[in-house]
């Protein structure tokens, strides 16, 4: 998750998994914003890596340009691509380190710490974040006692995204439980839309239907444990989360062109069949990034043509509050380390965050950035959500993988539930798989 892969709208506009750092950053040479005159880091340039591409490259840019207006300092900004650990590492062995990477996973920066690539956060940065965010996000942030990483960018990633019309047609609302949930969906199917349009090509996006599950289903605890492997994929509370999910994935009423369509359909393609010329589908699963596609590729903006109700409550749990996000770390091979420590410095700023939450397609888990900050009444209310839910967020469980289990395209999670996907009917077996996959990668 969140990763772009997951999080984000990426329409990737660079494909290469390794992007030389000095060399183009989509579509043109390195993204340098002009210097501001009298500043206090006048004439120094940092660079920064993350998975971000098109609209949300833009959207970055505006924070690094705001930056630079604030500071003097110059900035770059790369594109990695998914595979963020294998550029990364090139570019360090390479001697050619960027300063600072959004980093998209958990297990990504627990990586980096322990091959000992990261420098603490300053003391700043660290009190802004006690001051200003629930403690969970310094714990996901944190490796053992070294607070490392700074969530800038986090998802909602317990989002159903509809249709109004859909629903209207179908004379069903918005359900507040699972089993509702496939029940309406049934409705909305027999109305002449299928009722869920599954990005089954990327392999993220069923991760992230499988945690929602498993969080409402088996609670925080178990959840907890499970992400850190010290419960076994083969639990039964694994096997009854994959039990619940199969009788989606199995349902060919459900789900918009059954499991074979669901395998050929990517993310981006997933929101097209809800808000697209031609819908398909009446809804789509997925964090509330799903919205600033509707908005950027399709012209639906929320609350005109695009709603959302949060992932509906299963057989009795409470509802989750799933996130992903993207962490700021600096590293100590980079070549301006006083510059990147103000740079999280202004990262971790309510400040910082209103200049891409007024462009959209962003959450920022601070607590201090204003409501108005957001652009539309839907988005408010998601960063609401996401804030008021606190401690009891849970970070996407396959980000706290290694990055071999939970975070590479072909194998690992995403390969077993794809495959879960086009035959869902060996729960048991599938946990089986999943619990081997696992243990190598933790053990790793």
């Given at each position: ?275 697209g010329p031609e819908p398909e589908a009446g809804m789509v699963y997925e964090g509330d990034f799903v919205a600033g596609i509707a908005k950027d590729q399709f012209g639906k903006k929320p ?142």
């Amino acid at each position: 998750m969140t990763t772009q892969r997951r999080t984000t709208t990426t329409l990737a506009c660079c494909t290469a998994l390794v992007l030389a750092l000095g060399a183009t950053a989509c579509g043109g040479g390195p993204v340098t914003t002009a210097g501001g005159g009298d500043k206090a880091l006048d004439g120094q340039t940092i660079t920064v890596a993350g998975v971000w591409s098109g609209t949300e490259q833009k959207n970055f840019q505006k924070v690094l340009d705001a930056f630079t207006e604030k500071t003097g300092a110059k900035t770059r900004f790369v594109s990695t691509g998914d595979n963020v650990s294998t550029v990364v590492g090139s570019k360090i062995e390479g001697g050619n380190a960027p300063d600072v990477v959004m980093v998209p996973q958990v297990g990504v920066l627990q990586q980096f710490a322990k091959n000992d690539w990261l420098e603490p956060l300053s003391r700043t940065t660290e009190e802004s974040v006690d001051t200003n965010y629930a403690s969970v996000w310094k714990k996901y942030g944190s490796v053992g006692d070294d607070f490392y990483g700074l969530y800038f960018k986090a998802a909602h990633k317990s989002t159903v995204w509809y249709s109004p019309d859909a629903l209207d047609q179908a004379g069903v609302k918005p359900p507040t439980t699972y089993a509702e949930m496939l029940k309406s969906g049934r409705t909305v199917s027999d109305s002449g839309l299928s009722a869920f349009s599954v990005a089954g090509e990327d392999g993220w996006t069923l991760t992230d239907w499988f945690e929602n599950i498993y969080l409402s289903q088996a609670g925080p605890e178990k959840y907890d444990q499970l992400a850190a492997h010290k419960i076994k994929w083969t639990d039964p509370t694994v096997v009854k989360a994959l039990t619940t999910l199969g009788k989606l994935f199995s349902d060919k009423q459900l789900i918009n062109g059954g499991q074979k369509g669901a395998l050929s359909t990517d993310f981006p393609g997933s929101v097209e069949k809800v808000f697209g010329p031609e819908p398909e589908a009446g809804m789509v699963y997925e964090g509330d990034f799903v919205a600033g596609i509707a908005k950027d590729q399709f012209g639906k903006k929320p609350g005109e043509g695009v709603s959302f109700f949060p992932f509906p409550a299963v057989e009795g749990g409470e509802a989750p509050v799933v996130s992903g996000g993207d962490a700021a770390v600096v590293l100590k091979d980079g070549k301006n380390q006083k510059a990147a420590m103000k740079f999280l410095e202004y990262l971790a700023s309510p400040e910082s965050a209103a200049v891409w939450a007024g462009a959209g397609g962003f959450l920022s888990p601070n607590k201090k950035v204003e409501p108005a900050a957001y652009g539309d009444d839907t988005t408010r209310k998601i960063a609401k959500s996401l804030t008021d839910a606190g401690d009891s967020v849970r970070f996407d469980m396959s980000d706290q993988a290694p990055a071999s289990f939970g975070g590479t395209k072909g194998t690992g999670e995403w390969k077993i539930l794809q495959d879960f996907l086009r035959d869902p009917s060996n729960p048991r077996a599938t946990a089986s798989r999943l619990e081997d996959a696992a243990a190598k990668s933790y053990e790793g």
